[in-house]
Every structure is written in structure tokens, then in C-alpha cells.
């Protein structure tokens, strides 16, 4: 059974950073794609960034320059350093690990709140 914990949310003040932490445990296949998303309270869960475990990325276009995703395949952890925060960053960040053939695996998410 794969776990994810996420840990690092809080409340933080327009143009300030934040470091998210995910951390992964159980059976979990080395050539996998770890990701963050977001999601707003009645809205859909969005993608906000990858890193395949050889350390390719992709972000949403509304956090390039701003975030930066990297991980630790050693300890099977992913991060999000999030950069010149905004309001509309505000939401429940969740992680995600998945690779060929398996389910996705989820986090329970941590709230990231953004004051102007």
C-alpha cells in the first residue's frame, strides 16, 4: 500500500515562499512521475507541476518562474517551493505518485492560504 503525507501548508502573506513537503512509503516502482495539485473548494483539482523520478519537469503555465518541484528519490519525497505567492494560489495542494500501469496514489492535501 502506498502512503502519502503532506506537510508544509500554512498562512502566508502575498510575495512570500512556502516549501511543501510529500513524503511517499511503501511499494513504490523507481521509474514513477510525482506531481502537485491544486484545488479550490468547489472547483476541480488542478495540476500545478511534475518531475519524472529522472528529474524532467512541467508546470502550469501560472506558476512557471514561480515554483519550483524537485524530489529526493532516495527518500521518496517530492517538494514545492512556491515563490512570490498570491492570492490565488490559496488552496489544498495535494501530491501524487504514479508510474506505467499502477493507480494514482494521493496525498490528503495541505492548505496553502495566501493573504493580500
Known amino acids: 500500500q502506498v502512503q502519502l503525507v503532506e506537510s508544509g501548508g500554512g498562512l502566508v502573506q502575498a510575495g512570500e515562499s512556502r516549501t511543501l513537503s510529500c513524503a511517499a512509503s511503501g511499494t513504490i516502482f523507481r521509474g514513477n512521475v510525482m506531481a502537485w495539485y491544486r484545488q479550490v473548494p468547489g472547483k476541480q483539482r488542478d495540476l500545478v507541476a511534475t518531475?519524472?523520478?529522472?528529474?524532467?519537469?512541467n508546470y502550469v503555465d501560472s506558476v512557471k518562474g514561480r515554483f519550483t518541484i524537485s524530489r529526493d528519490n532516495a527518500k521518496n519525497m517530492v517538494f514545492l517551493q512556491m515563490n512570490s505567492l498570491k492570492p490565488e494560489d490559496t488552496a489544498v495542494y495535494y501530491c501524487k505518485v504514479s508510474w506505467l500501469g499502477s493507480m494514482d496514489y494521493w496525498g490528503k492535501g495541505t492548505l496553502v492560504t495566501v493573504s493580500s
Open positions: 518531475i519524472t523520478s529522472g528529474g524532467n519537469t
